[in-house]
């Protein structure tokens, strides 16, 4: 008995099967399927820097790799960018994924933050983990970052700072003030505890999500420990050649080649390594850039005050860099 044909139908169907299955495996090669965030992070080769005059239109059509910038407007929770929002800014110009991180402060508190009361102005009523108010930078406090209620504000408690961050789609947190144990006279363990803090931040955020994203700014000594870098995804670099003890003078040879030697401890981990520079003059700054990319870190020029992207390396004309 001859074998019955399949019907047309079924042909039709198998035909159809094998076009999916080749063009999955085609969109898969060309490597169109979204790479894990690390991966992205690390394969980073550019990255924009802005905390103020927060505007998404603006930020959506910049072409940098990394976007770190304030998770508000104007830095209050009734002006916070929206999960919409947040995910256009994931999607370059060209179409290309991108990967954006909310600045958060943990070594200091800020006044104009939703957390903030009124009364801890007043010194007899600040909590116990208030500090002295930032001489530089006006409406920030310094605090003691080992305290519980400090860390419930930012990261352990119900409608935390970080759950804020996580519930709008950041891809992860970039932490500033991660330095603030320098500033600490009074507790040998400062060191140790803002380790711990930042590894307990990262297990909570990765709790909230799997793989978010965690990159401390600055605070380049403690890449010594290898807990804590492996607990980070990358770190921020400010003022690695150039302003660390006077704005726009050049560093030490001797500071620059520690603070080179510490960051690669990441890079030969295949994190990434993001320095901003506070630079205007051309020459400067082509040089520089060549600096860190030779030792592979990935190279940004801004205005201190951090309250637009440049396009390119250079200020717009006639722009006078402010402070934040």
Same mark, same amino acid.
């Given at each position: 008995?001859?074998?019955?044909?399949?019907?047309?139908?079924?042909?039709?169907?198998?035909?159809?099967?094998?076009?999916?299955?080749?063009?999955?495996?085609?969109?898969?090669?060309?490597?169109?399927?979204?790479?894990?965030?690390?991966?992205?992070?690390?394969?980073?080769?550019?990255?924009?820097?802005?905390?103020?005059?927060?505007?998404?239109?603006? *930020?959506?059509? %910049?072409?940098?790799?990394?976007? @770190?910038? &304030?998770?508000?407007?104007? #830095?209050?929770?009734?002006? +916070? =960018?929206?999960?919409?929002?947040?995910?256009?800014?994931?999607?370059?110009?060209?179409?290309?994924?991108?990967?954006?991180?909310?600045?958060?402060?943990?070594?200091?508190?800020?006044?104009?933050?939703?957390?903030?009361?009124?009364?801890?102005?007043?010194?007899?009523?600040?909590?116990?983990?208030?500090?002295?108010?930032?001489?530089?930078?006006?409406?920030?406090?310094?605090?003691?970052?080992?305290?519980?209620?400090?860390?419930?504000?930012?990261?352990?408690?119900?409608?935390?700072?970080?759950?804020?961050?996580?519930?709008?789609?950041?891809?992860?947190?970039? *932490?500033?003030? %991660?330095?603030?144990?320098?500033? @600490?006279? &009074?507790?040998?363990?400062? #060191?140790?505890?803002?380790? +711990? =803090?930042?590894?307990?931040?990262?297990?909570?955020?990765?709790?909230?999500?799997?793989?978010?994203?965690?990159?401390?700014?600055?605070?380049?000594?403690?890449?010594?420990?290898?807990?804590?870098?492996?607990?980070?995804?990358?770190?921020?670099?400010?003022?690695?050649?150039?302003?660390?003890?006077?704005?726009?003078?050049?560093?030490?040879?001797?500071?620059?080649?520690?603070?080179?030697?510490?960051?690669?401890?990441?890079?030969?981990?295949?994190?990434?390594?993001?320095?901003?520079?506070?630079?205007?003059?051309?020459?400067?700054?082509?040089?520089?850039?060549?600096?860190?990319?030779?030792?592979?870190?990935?190279?940004?020029?801004?205005?201190?005050?951090?309250?637009?992207?440049?396009?390119?390396?250079?200020?717009?004309?006639?722009?006078?860099?402010?402070?934040?």
């Amino acid at each position: 008995m001859a074998p019955t044909k399949p019907s047309r139908f079924v042909v039709t169907l198998a035909a159809l099967a094998l076009f999916a299955v080749a063009v999955g495996a085609a969109w898969s090669a060309s490597g169109q399927t979204e790479a894990p965030p690390a991966r992205l992070l690390a394969a980073a080769k550019s990255w924009g820097y802005q905390l103020q005059k927060i505007d998404p239109d603006t *930020l959506a059509a %910049v072409p940098h790799d990394v976007l @770190v910038i &304030d998770y508000s407007r104007d #830095g209050s929770d009734g002006h +916070a =960018l929206t999960a919409d929002e947040v995910g256009r800014l994931k999607i370059k110009p060209d179409g290309r994924r991108r990967i954006v991180l909310a600045y958060l402060s943990i070594g200091e508190a800020e006044v104009y933050r939703y957390y903030w009361q009124w009364y801890w102005f007043l010194d007899e009523f600040a909590p116990a983990w208030r500090g002295n108010p930032n001489k530089e930078w006006q409406g920030n406090y310094d605090v003691r970052y080992w305290h519980e209620e400090w860390q419930d504000i930012i990261f352990r408690g119900p409608g935390s700072y970080l759950e804020r961050i996580v519930r709008a789609g950041f891809d992860g947190a970039y *932490l500033d003030k %991660v330095d603030e144990y320098e500033q @600490v006279t &009074d507790n040998p363990d400062a #060191g140790a505890q803002m380790i +711990a =803090l930042v590894k307990a931040l990262a297990a909570r955020a990765r709790a909230l999500r799997p793989g978010f994203l965690i990159v401390p700014q600055n605070a380049e000594e403690l890449l010594a420990d290898a807990d804590y870098r492996a607990a980070i995804d990358g770190i921020g670099k400010e003022d690695l050649l150039f302003g660390e003890v006077r704005n726009k003078r050049p560093n030490r040879p001797a500071r620059i080649e520690s603070g080179v030697a510490l960051l690669k401890l990441l890079t030969r981990d295949g994190k990434p390594v993001f320095v901003v520079e506070y630079l205007d003059a051309p020459q400067e700054i082509a040089l520089a850039r060549k600096q860190l990319e030779d030792h592979g870190f990935v190279p940004l020029f801004a205005d201190r005050a951090l309250d637009i992207i440049r396009d390119g390396d250079l200020p717009a004309p006639g722009r006078r860099p402010g402070r934040r």
